[in-house]
């Protein structure tokens, strides 16, 4: 019972932890395992710095300005 609680504990953690890195311009795939293994220490993702280089970032701009599309 209490590895079925913990394995629970986990898959609760993984997506959130995917998540919160995603929106902070980081992979959400290694984060999701991160997640996985380290299961609420991994919500410590919280933590980290938005990246300024984030994939969705480089074409803020020219989305606001409509050239894109």
């Keep these: 019972m209490a590895l079925l609680a913990l394995l629970l504990w986990s ?3 993984a997506p959130l932890t995917a998540f ?3 929106d902070r311009g980081y992979d959400a795939m ?3 395992l991160i997640g996985l293994v380290l299961g609420p ?3 410590l ?5 938005k990246r300024t280089l984030a994939p969705e ?3 803020e701009a020219d989305l606001q300005a ?3 599309g």
């Design 11 to 13: 898959l609760i953690f």
């Design 20 to 22: 919160w890195a995603g």
């Design 30 to 32: 290694h984060f999701y």
């Design 41 to 43: 220490l991994g919500a």
């Design 45 to 49: 993702v919280g933590l980290l710095p």
């Design 57 to 59: 970032l480089l074409f």
């Design 66 to 68: 409509g050239s894109i």
